[in-house]
C-alpha cells in the first residue's frame, strides 16, 4: 500500500487528487517564497500569505475562508516537503479505495475540522498554515482501519501506519513550531469520518489492476508472495525507506 514502484507518469494518472494536491501545494510555496525574495516583483505572493492565514481573529471577524486555504500554504521548505512527501507515500491507497469525491471529502474535512478545532481554542493573534490537519486525518481513516477495519488492510502495513502515527504523535508535542491541535482535530476528525467512508470500500489490492470481466476468476495478484510479504524483514525494510525519507526532508531543512 506504502512501497511506491510507479513511473512519474503512471503515478500521475493513477493518482490524479494526489498529483494536483502536491502541485498546488509546490506552487504556492514556490510563488509566496519568491515574491519575498524578489521584493515584490513576482505579483500577489505577499497577498497570497496574507489572506490566506489561519488567523483565529480574522476567522472570528467573518473571513470564514481562512478554515480552508490554509491547507494549501506552506512556510519552509521542511514544512512543505513533509506534506507533500507524506500526501505522495500515504495517500494512495487512499484515494484509489475511496475515489475522487470521497477522498477529498476525507482530506478537505479533515483539515476543515483541525482548523475549526485550532480557532476555537487558540486566541484571536494565533495565526498557522499547512496540510498538516488534513494529512493527519488521512491517518485517521487508517487508524480507524486498524482498529475495526482489519479487513482493508494488512498486518504489515498496519504496523507500518502505527508506527508512523505513533512517531508523528510524538513528533508534534516535541517541535513548538507545529500546530499540536490542528494534528490532533485532523487525526480525530479523520477517525471520525472513515465509518461512512469506508463503508463500501475494498481493500487496494482489489483495486489495482486492469479490470475484469463478469464472472472472470481473480486471486489475489501477491498471493504466492504472501508469506514473504508480511515477515518482519519486510517490515524493516519498509519502514527504513519511510526513515530515510524523513532524514533526507531533514537534511534538506538544514539547507534552506
Given at each position: ?6 513511473t ?5 494518472k ?16 514556490l ?6 525574495l524578489?521584493?515584490?516583483?513576482i505579483p500577489?505572493?505577499r ?13 472570528a471577524?467573518?473571513e470564514?475562508?481562512r478554515?480552508?486555504?490554509p ?24 484515494e484509489k ?8 471529502t476525507?482530506?478537505?474535512?479533515a483539515?476543515?475540522?483541525?482548523n475549526i ?5 487558540t486566541?484571536?493573534?494565533y ?12 491517518f ?11 479487513d ?12 508512523i502515527?505513533i512517531?508523528?504523535?510524538?513528533m508534534t ?6 500546530n ?12 471520525a ?14 483495486q ?49
Amino acid at each position: 500500500m506504502f512501497i511506491r514502484n510507479e513511473t512519474f507518469y503512471s503515478y500521475r494518472k493513477n493518482y490524479p487528487v494526489i498529483t494536483t494536491l502536491t502541485i498546488i501545494h509546490l506552487i504556492l510555496f514556490l510563488w509566496i517564497n519568491l515574491s519575498y525574495l524578489t521584493g515584490g516583483a513576482i505579483p500577489f505572493g505577499r497577498l497570497i500569505l496574507h489572506l490566506g492565514l489561519g488567523t483565529t481573529g480574522a476567522i472570528a471577524d467573518g473571513e470564514f475562508w481562512r478554515l480552508i486555504t490554509p491547507i494549501f500554504l506552506h512556510e519552509g521548505m521542511r514544512h512543505v516537503l513533509f506534506n507533500s512527501i507524506s500526501l505522495i507515500l500515504f495517500g494512495p491507497a487512499l484515494e484509489k479505495m475511496l475515489g475522487t469525491v470521497k477522498f477529498l471529502t476525507v482530506y478537505l474535512g479533515a483539515g476543515v475540522l483541525a482548523n475549526i478545532g485550532t480557532f476555537f481554542l487558540t486566541s484571536p493573534m494565533y495565526s498557522h498554515l499547512g496540510a498538516s490537519g488534513a494529512i493527519f486525518g488521512l491517518f485517521g481513516v487508517y487508524l480507524y482501519m486498524v482498529l475495526y477495519r482489519k479487513d482493508l488492510i494488512d498486518a504489515m502495513n498496519a504496523q507500518i501506519i502505527s508506527i508512523i502515527l505513533i512517531l508523528g504523535v510524538i513528533m508534534t508535542f516535541l517541535n513548538p513550531q507545529i500546530n499540536i491541535l490542528g494534528h490532533l482535530f485532523g487525526l480525530i476528525a479523520g477517525a471520525a469520518i472513515a465509518p461512512p467512508i469506508l463503508k463500501n470500500a475494498k481493500p487496494f489490492y482489489m483495486q489495482a489492476g486492469p479490470p475484469v470481466s463478469k464472472g472472470e476468476i481473480t486471486f489475489h495478484p501477491n498471493r504466492w508472495q504472501k508469506r514473504r510479504i508480511f515477515t518482519g524483514r519486510g517490515l524493516a525494510r519498509a519502514v527504513g525507506w519511510v526513515f530515510v525519507v524523513l532524514v533526507i526532508i531533514g537534511i534538506l531543512s538544514n539547507l534552506f
